[in-house]
Structure formats: structure tokens, C-alpha cells
């Protein structure tokens, strides 16, 4: 099977590419950022998801899948341009995929979706509708990426479209949300608050596209690897600090004194957990996580180890 | 062994027939050293300062799902933490009771976090339902924060009962396991709630005692379980025979009410003369 995968010069993109290869199928990306050391026979396209010379991809290449890992989720981003990104390329991807004969295409999403907050249920079934909206507005532009795909299921019959909520990742990549939050020495957390947080492999994220392209998979499904534990937790784990703030001097340290800058919206999912009910992705796929806690900070801490 | 752990409520909470991960946490948060400690403080009470006398805890299923339906007496959750604990220290095997507490602790720092590595969520039918199919032991108090604000004269009667309790036992299937909770209302005699004050600190209301402060008494409080209801259903039932089984929980507990406070007025008469 030829897979194209936008966003192929990510972390993730370049682990999905290897799983591909190693599964016998053949790989092209799109990205706007180089990969200098991509594997021999895939092809790097230098372009962006929204503009012709993507299209012209999907035109000459002719692939049988996409996977669209294109969305921008870090916040540091300005919002205006996130936008762009996250809806009209996923519009982009979906409409030249509907005219270039593509058979499957798979959304990458995530568990921000569901969103943090006191009163939503601890294990988000894919049917619970997105709170984030309006504890996390500036989220919103991945919700309605989410959404959008999620419509591909109705409007393009004949796409088999399938929309994958990953919860955080962690691991040899050392990047995304999770990693770059732990990766100081210390790490601030709000007192009196200590959620559960689910996350995952980087390696079983990208198992989870290869198995939920080989079975063709149809809709929307949560993924996540072993059961989440409480934040204190991995941070202890992780053999870093934690130093709990209370949120009124959280919310004033932000982007000062070391602190990350983040939307004020981001201190929700610090008190409040987004966790998943991820049986039928299991079930639809037979799923299993390779990687249990242990080994996802051993390989974690080997890439990121405590800074001295 | 940890600070403030005592040995033999750490053996108990090993003996729990729950999944644990590696570092002792299960699937909703609850941890095997937070129960431990907070089992410890509550042992003492529950030895030492009250006199907690449980009656019928064999007819409390001892594995499998159930639901554990009871009257609020006195403020505070006491209640809620007496029925836990005797579930704790009185039940063999050992067994967790996953209560569901009111939204508001959610956002009170330490709230959500205490209670969540206790096992207790907040509550949310999909919680309830959630537990019950992963065969936990669920407690419900079906008069809600109006039960919890009962005053002293009010102590042994019953308010309005929410029906949604019964919906998820037939759709999860589960038996009902009335019970009746009796002293709440004489270890925090209630005679009146602020609601402002209560506001100012996050509660829906804060009970006041003759004595001021809502700090419970030290007296005797009783537990009466009794045999499982098992509805048949499937939860889609109308209105009208929800109601008609509520009731007949209802009636039990008001019953179960009435022989317990029977029997502690005779303590309470013999004991004088």
C-alpha cells in the first residue's frame, strides 16, 4: 500500500514512516520542514498541506492512504496560524483525497478534545462531546479539525475515514506536550490538585496507525497505552522535582521566571484529567501496548534524562 | 511502613480484590498508601471515639458489583466515611466502597486529589456505571445534599428520594443493598444551615451545632444492612415504575430506620434506669 503522511518530518512522522517501511509499504510525506536523513525510497515532499504544490502530490503520487498528522498542537503558535493549519489543511487533505482516488484516510487527533474539567467523567467514551471548547478555547481550532474529519465520515462516502484521539505520548522522541512539561529539573504542578494522566509510547503510536491502516478501520476511536496514573507519579518517575504552586501564583508565573507560557486554559489540564475509554479501539484492532509505565520513562529518561 | 500507616490497615488494604498497578494506584486514582492512611485515622474513630455497631454486613455481596443505598444522617459525609470504613474493617474480604461525592469538591484544592486516591469520583451516572460493570461496590445516597441537611428534629425521617440510582442498577444489572445509617444526627446535631457562609467557603451550605463548629460528637452509631433488592429491567423503564421501585428501597430503609432507633431508644432507656 502507498501511504502518504503529512507531517512525516515530525517525531512522530519519522516513527510512523519506519513501522510503514518495516510492514512492507511504501511511504511519501509532505512537510514543510526538511527530513535530510529520510530512509532511501521515501520521498520528502517541501510543501504545505493547504497550497497547490500538495495537491500536486496527491495528483502525481496517487497514494492509497493518507495519514494526517499535519496539526500544529503546541500553543506556542500564534492562534490566527494554527487555524490555518489545523482546519483548512485538514479541509485540504480531506477534499484532495475525495478527488484523487484515495481509498482510506486517517486523522490524527487528540485526547485535548474531551477537554479538563471538574464535572466531565474520568474515561471519555467517543461519543462525549468536546468541553475543551470552553474551558481551553484556544484548542478550539483542533476540535473542529476533529469535528470536521469526523464529518468526512458522511460526506465522503467512499473515503474510508477513520479519526484516531491519541492520548499524550512519551518516550525516544522526547517531544510533544508531555516531554517538553517534564523536561526541566523541576517541574510545577497546582497545589492540591493531582490528575490522572494516560499517556503512551511513541513506538505504540505509531503501531496503532500501521494496525488501524491494515484493517481499514471506519470511525472514531480513543488510544491510549497502559492505565493512567496520578501526575505526582510520573514526575517522581521521571526523577524530576515537583513543585507545587497554588494556581493564583501559577496563573501570574506564567511565561515569567522559567515558567512555560501557556494559555491560561492549560492550567485546567494540570488539576483536572482527560483519560479515555479506549476498549473498542482493542477490540476493532486487537491493540495491545508494548510499552507499560516502566519502560516508557526508561526510554524517556534515556533521550531526556534529568537536566544537572 | 509509611508515616501514620498502621500495619494492619495496610494488610487489610492489600487484601482489597482490586487491580493495582505498579505503583499501587487502580484505574480511577485510588491508591493503596492513601486509603491505608486515611484508613488508619478512621480506625481510631471508628474504635475509639464513635461506637460503631454493624449489623447484617453478610448480606453485602462479597465480590461483584453492588450498590450500597442509604439515608444521610448528619452532615459532613460522616456517614459516607463510617459505612466505608466498616466495609474496610468489617467486611471479609475487604471491600473498597466507591462512593459518589457532591461536584463542588472537585474544584476545592486537595479535594479531588484526596478524594480521588480514595476511590471516591465525583458523581456522575458515568461513573456509577462505569464501577458497577467493573464489579465494584458503589454507595449512593439517593436524598442527595438535602439529606445531608437534616436537622436534629429531622434526624431519622427520610427526604425526597432522587430516582436515578435505580435506572443504573437495572441497566448494570446490579443488586441493591439497602442500608440505614443511624447518630449522624446525634454525633453532629444540626440546628440550622448558613448558606451564605457556606458559599463564602465553597460548600453548598455549613452546618451549625449548639456548640458551633459541625464536629462530631462521640457517640454510637449503628449500621443495618439489609438482604439485596434485585429488580428486573432494563432501565429504560418509564417514570411511573422507576418510582415504584424507589419506593419499595424507600420503604425498606424506613423501615430498617424505624427497628434501629426502636432498639437504641430500649439501649438508651434500659441504660438510664
Same mark, same amino acid.
Given at each position: ?12 512522522? *519519522?516513527?510512523?514512516?519506519? =513501522? ?8 511519501? /510525506? ?19 498541506? *493547504? =497550497? ?36 483548512? /489543511? ?12 484515495? %481509498? ?78 517534564? %523536561?526541566? %529539573? ?28 491494515? =484493517? ?69 484492532? /486487537? ?22 | ?29 485510588? +491508591? ?25 454486613? &453478610? ?18 459525609? @460522616? ?6 470504613? +466498616? ?28 478524594? +480521588? ?16 460493570? !467493573? ?18 428534629? !429531622?434526624?431519622? $425521617? ?35 444551615? @448558613? &448558606?451564605?457562609?457556606?458559599?463564602? @467557603? ?23 444492612? $439489609? ?9 429504560? &423503564?418509564? !417514570? ?10 424507600? !420503604? ?18 434500659? $441504660?438510664?434506669?
Amino acid at each position: 500500500m502507498k501511504v502518504l503522511l503529512t507531517g512525516i518530518s515530525g517525531s512522530s512522522g *519519522r516513527l510512523v514512516t519506519h =513501522k510503514l517501511l518495516a510492514a512492507g509499504h511504501q511511504v511519501i /510525506g509532505i512537510d514543510r520542514r526538511p527530513w535530510p536523513e529520510a530512509p532511501a525510497g521515501v520521498s520528502v515532499h517541501k510543501a504545505d498541506v *493547504r =497550497k497547490r504544490s500538495a495537491e500536486e502530490v496527491f495528483r502525481t503520487e496517487r497514494p492509497d492512504a493518507v495519514v494526517h498528522m499535519a496539526t500544529v498542537t503546541h500553543l506556542a503558535r500564534r492562534s490566527e496560524d494554527r487555524y490555518q493549519i489545523n482546519l483548512q /489543511g485538514t479541509r485540504a487533505v480531506f477534499d484532495h483525497s475525495n478527488a484523487y482516488g484515495v %481509498k482510506q484516510v486517517l486523522f490524527v487527533g487528540r485526547h485535548t478534545f474531551y477537554g479538563a474539567s471538574a464535572a466531565s467523567p474520568l474515561y471519555h467514551g467517543e461519543d462525549d462531546p468536546p468541553q475543551s471548547v470552553n474551558v481551553f478555547p484556544e484548542l478550539s481550532d483542533l476540535v473542529a479539525a476533529d469535528l470536521y474529519a469526523g464529518s468526512a465520515l458522511w460526506r465522503y462516502e467512499n473515503l474510508s475515514t477513520c479519526i484516531l484521539r491519541f492520548c499524550y505520548t512519551l518516550g525516544p522522541a522526547c517531544s510533544g506536550t508531555l516531554a517538553s512539561y517534564l %523536561k526541566g %529539573k523541576r517541574v510545577p504542578t497546582v497545589l492540591g490538585f493531582d490528575p490522572l494522566f494516560q499517556f503512551m509510547h511513541d513506538d505504540d503510536l505509531a503501531t496503532a496507525i500501521v494496525l488501524a491502516l491494515d =484493517k481499514s478501520l471506519r470511525g472514531v476511536f480513543n488510544v491510549a497505552g497502559p492505565s493512567p496514573v496520578p501526575l505526582s507519579v510520573v514526575i517522581r518517575e521521571a526523577g524530576r522535582r515537583q513543585i507545587p504552586v497554588p494556581e493564583v501564583m501559577f496563573r501570574l508565573a506564567m511565561g515569567r521566571m522559567g515558567f512555560p507560557r501557556l494559555p491560561q486554559g492549560a492550567i485546567a489540564h494540570l488539576k483536572f484529567p482527560v483519560t479515555m475509554n479506549t476498549e473498542a479501539f482493542r477490540e476493532a484492532t /486487537g491493540f495491545a501496548h508494548e510499552h507499560d509505565h516502566a519502560s516508557i520513562i526508561r526510554d524517556f529518561l534515556s533521550v531526556c534524562p534529568v537536566p544537572s | 511502613m509509611a508515616w501514620l500507616v498502621d500495619d494492619e490497615i495496610m494488610d487489610r488494604v492489600e487484601q482489597l480484590e482490586i487491580d493495582f498497578n505498579r505503583y499501587g494506584v487502580d484505574a480511577y486514582g485510588a +491508591s493503596k498508601k492513601g486509603m491505608a492512611r486515611a484508613g488508619t485515622v478512621m480506625a481510631w474513630l471508628y474504635r475509639n471515639y464513635f461506637h460503631v455497631s454493624v449489623h447484617g454486613i &453478610e448480606h453485602v455481596p462479597k465480590r461483584g458489583r453492588g450498590m450500597l443505598v442509604g439515608n444521610h444522617s448528619g452532615g459532613l459525609a @460522616l456517614d459516607a466515611m463510617i459505612v466505608t470504613a +466498616s466495609m474496610m474493617l468489617e467486611a471479609e474480604p475487604p471491600r473498597l466502597v466507591n462512593a459518589m461525592a457532591d461536584k463542588f469538591i472537585e474544584r476545592v484544592p486537595f479535594g479531588s486529589m484526596i478524594l +480521588s486516591r480514595l476511590g471516591q469520583l465525583t458523581g456522575l451516572p458515568e461513573h456509577a456505571l462505569r464501577l458497577l460493570n !467493573d464489579e465494584r461496590l458503589l454507595m449512593v445516597f439517593p436524598e442527595g445534599h438535602h439529606g445531608t441537611a437534616k436537622l436534629y428534629g !429531622d434526624r431519622n $425521617s427520610l427526604v425526597r428520594f432522587g430516582t436515578g440510582f435505580v435506572r443504573l442498577a437495572l441497566r448494570a444489572k446490579a443488586p441493591i443493598v439497602p442500608f440505614a445509617f443511624i447518630g449522624g444526627g446525634e454525633a453532629i446535631p444540626t440546628i440550622a444551615n @448558613l &448558606e451564605r457562609t457556606g458559599k463564602l @467557603l465553597g460548600l453548598p451550605y455549613l452546618p451549625v451545632t449548639p456548640y458551633g463548629p459541625p464536629l462530631p460528637r462521640p457517640v454510637a452509631l449503628e449500621i443495618y444492612y $439489609s438482604e439485596p433488592m434485585v429488580f428486573e429491567g432494563t432501565g429504560n &423503564e418509564e !417514570d411511573r415504575v422507576i418510582q415504584g421501585y424507589v419506593d419499595q428501597v424507600r !420503604d425498606r430503609i424506613a423501615e430498617l430506620i424505624e427497628r434501629g432507633v426502636r432498639i437504641r431508644k430500649g439501649r438508651g432507656e434500659a $441504660s438510664q434506669s
